[in-house]
């Protein structure tokens, strides 16, 4: 599993795709009501040229168009997502748009059952009789397999469907602002790959955390304009694809700053605690010290430094035979500015 600790030893890159990131604007548009709703929840806000762009794209969409998107890339299925995003990390040669396109109309139908198998059922099925009984034997709520069911039965038409949306949105949408995605696009994956390298740890504190990586496998990492905040990741045969919205590390801060937060006020609320730090703030004490000033056990002095522990707020400093422990107060005043910024806005 890659963590942290791990990270310099796998072999990752980052990759700016294009084929992906027509993808990522098409979902982006399908949900735009739903993302809005979704980001202002977590008091973040969409970039004003971003969702300038998608408010004008949606605009311009007929009322078929926009009723075929939502069939497609609704929120709550994405089918039509995850499809293509298969495809494109699945064949390693689809670096545009066009490449594509091309390839999804070469292959056929089947492609379309037997990514659905593997997404949602983690096999494929010798006939689609196994394969949809399988779906009504799943824990899908109702709603999705109906959803399922329906691309599977009609697999052919889906196929053909998926290729006049994809060939619309292209002449229509994306191509005209093609050059301007990927120079934006060019630098974000820049400043990613130079936070990386300069920093690999605090790297994926900022925008790795929650993902489940699989052991030992290449990772590529396509910094995406029109995820924003979101991350979604997908494991292939030969590597493990994670699709990062370029602000990503701006949600890790941001539920990280409620956690640190909640955290630190459970520590303050407590008087032996706060006392231990009002007393650490002054100079460094051994454990028996502290338990003496606070008129408690030694072991329990222990419980209560793991709970600063958490925070990284102690630290131990050895003098001769004895270990001190010590206020960590720059992590102290970093953590209350924090708290002030989530708080107050300040």
Not at 4 to 19: E, H, T, V, W, Y
Not at 79 to 102: P, W
Not at 219 to 229: A, C, G, Y
């Amino acid at each position: 599993m890659l963590n942290r600790k791990s990270i310099q030893s796998i072999d990752i890159k980052f990759l700016s795709n294009p084929a992906l990131e027509f993808i990522n604007i098409i979902f982006s548009v399908s949900n735009l009501d739903e993302l809005i709703k979704n980001t202002k929840k977590i008091n973040f806000e969409i970039k004003e040229e971003i969702l300038e762009t998608l408010e004008d794209v949606k605009d311009e969409l007929s009322r078929f168009m926009n009723s075929e998107l939502n069939n497609f890339f609704n929120i709550k299925f994405d089918l039509g997502y995850k499809l293509i995003f298969k495809y494109i990390i699945d064949d390693t040669d689809i670096v545009s748009v066009k490449s594509l396109i091309k390839n999804i109309k070469k292959s056929n139908s089947d492609y379309v059952i037997e990514t659905i198998s593997v997404l949602y059922l983690k096999k494929t099925y010798d006939s689609i009789d196994d394969l949809m009984a399988a779906v009504e034997k799943s824990s899908l709520d109702s709603k999705t397999k109906e959803y399922i069911i329906d691309f599977i039965i009609n697999s052919d038409e889906i196929h053909e469907r998926l290729i006049k949306i994809l060939n619309y949105f292209y002449k229509e949408v994306y191509e005209p602002m093609q050059d301007d995605i990927l120079y934006i696009l060019g630098m974000e994956k820049k400043r990613m790959e130079d936070d990386f390298y300069y920093e690999p740890a605090k790297f994926f504190d900022n925008y790795l955390t929650g993902i489940n990586f699989i052991a030992k496998k290449p990772v590529r990492i396509h910094p995406s304009l029109f995820k924003q905040i979101w991350k979604d990741s997908l494991d292939t045969k030969y590597r493990f694809w994670v699709n990062l919205g370029i602000d990503s590390n701006k949600l890790n801060n941001a539920n990280l700053k409620k956690k640190n937060t909640l955290q630190l006020y459970k520590i303050l609320s407590d008087k032996t605690r706060l006392d231990m730090i009002l007393l650490l703030s002054e100079k460094p004490y051994f454990v028996n010290e502290l338990a003496e000033k606070l008129g408690i056990s030694s072991p329990a002095v222990s419980h209560h430094i793991s709970y600063l522990n958490k925070l990284n707020l102690v630290a131990l400093q050895k003098d001769e035979h004895r270990y001190y422990y010590l206020l960590n107060k720059d992590r102290l005043d970093e953590l209350l500015k924090s708290s002030n910024e989530l708080l107050l806005g300040v």
